[in-house]
């Protein structure tokens, strides 16, 4: 689902209709984290290659440290 920010300007009361939707969702804990699998920066080919197979769930991270 998204939300188009061009109705913040167009339409703000529906807007903080949505807003306030997604509050009590995040409040009542409906929201999970999202999954992740980390690589190095040295592993970019490797997370590109993950990528495009487009068997991942969730993100993809790139450390950098």
Do not use: C, T
Not at 5 to 18: A, T, V
Not at 49 to 58: K, N, P
């Amino acid at each position: 689902s998204s939300i188009d920010l061009g109705l913040f300007y167009l339409h703000p009361e529906l807007m903080k209709k949505q807003l306030d939707e997604i509050s009590q969702h995040y409040e009542n804990g409906n929201f999970k984290p999202l999954e992740y699998v980390k690589y190095s920066i040295d592993d970019v080919g490797k997370a590109l290659s993950h990528l495009s197979r487009a068997q991942h769930i969730g993100k993809i991270v790139l450390k950098y440290y």
